[in-house]
Structure formats: structure tokens, C-alpha cells
């Protein structure tokens, strides 16, 4: 990683990007890609691109206390869950096949590249979930702003 830091600060003091930024990067990951700026005299990584949905939050134990804590923005990827929490699917059963593909989905479904139960049922629930808030609200409120705004209250609960 020092290496690819070190090309990274050239392109960043020839003025050909600004900051870097990382993706899908665990906690050690981090720590090692920041050792290796720290070495090579670059500025701190700023951004972290990582899957985070209200249905995708496995990195609240670790990355997200971690990124907090050394100030890296975290860029969520798939945050309305390939449309799923935006209400444009009345279930989560109507679905596209070329759209259910994360580990999210069951194994029977069709262009599955994996092999695991899938969270149909557990989706279903923060789908009905985030609908009767966004329908509670006076005008209703789209889902995908209910969706994007558990964004804003997640982090103060770690």
C-alpha cells in the first residue's frame, strides 16, 4: 500500500486529484492504507465507499465508529437497496430477478450467484417499517428520504 500511497501523493501534488479515498475498506484495512500515507508523507485517506443501507448495517460494529473516530466520510453505496427501499416494489417478492441479487435475496432466486437463505422476510419487515413512518408523516413523505435520513440518525447511536 505504500507504494500505491506514494503514486496517489505524486498525482495529488501534481495537482491531478484533490483527496483519496478508499472503498470497501474494513477497519485493518484503514489502519494499513493510513500507515502507508503516514510513511509516505501523504495527507490522510478522507473517504471510505462502503455497501450501507438501513437493510446493510453490519459495519455499524466496527467501520463506522472507526471512521468516525478519525474523521473519514463515509460514502454509502446501495443505499436505497437496488430501489428496494424507495416503495417502487410493493414487496419485496416483486423484486426483478436482475435486481435481487445481493445476499440480501434467497438462493432460489433466479441470477443468484450465491448460496445463502437470504433476509426476505427481515427486508419485508424495514420495508413495511420505513412505509407506515413515511405515510405517518403530514404530507407523506417519500420512503427513499425516510430511507437516506436513518443515515443522519444512526451514527449518534453508536
Given at each position: 500500500?505504500?507504494?500505491?500511497?506514494?503514486?496517489?501523493?505524486?498525482?495529488?501534488?501534481?495537482?491531478?486529484?484533490?483527496?483519496?479515498?478508499?472503498?470497501?475498506?474494513?477497519?485493518?484495512?484503514?489502519?494499513?492504507?493510513?500507515?502507508?500515507?503516514?510513511?509516505?508523507?501523504?495527507?490522510?485517506?478522507?473517504?471510505?465507499?462502503?455497501?450501507?443501507?438501513?437493510?446493510?448495517?453490519?459495519?455499524e460494529a466496527q467501520v463506522v465508529p472507526y471512521c468516525v473516530a478519525q474523521q473519514i466520510s463515509i460514502l454509502p453505496w446501495g443505499p436505497l437497496a437496488q430501489g428496494v427501499l424507495t416503495g417502487k416494489f410493493p414487496t419485496v417478492d416483486d423484486v426483478p430477478p436482475g435486481r435481487a441479487r445481493t445476499r440480501l435475496f434467497s438462493k432460489q432466486r433466479e441470477f443468484q450467484r450465491h448460496g445463502e437463505e437470504g433476509f426476505e422476510a427481515e427486508m419485508q419487515g424495514v420495508v413495511d417499517e420505513l412505509k407506515a413512518i413515511s405515510e405517518a408523516e403530514s404530507p407523506p413523505m417519500p420512503m427513499a428520504n425516510v430511507a437516506l435520513g436513518t443515515y443522519i440518525r444512526i451514527p449518534a447511536q453508536l
Open positions: 500500500m505504500a507504494e500505491t500511497m506514494a503514486a496517489l501523493e505524486g498525482a495529488r501534488k501534481a495537482g491531478l486529484i484533490r483527496h483519496v479515498g478508499v472503498c470497501n475498506f474494513g477497519v485493518e484495512d484503514l489502519k494499513e492504507i493510513q500507515a502507508a500515507a503516514e510513511e509516505v508523507g501523504a495527507p490522510p485517506i478522507v473517504s471510505n465507499q462502503v455497501c450501507y443501507s438501513p437493510l446493510w448495517r453490519a459495519l
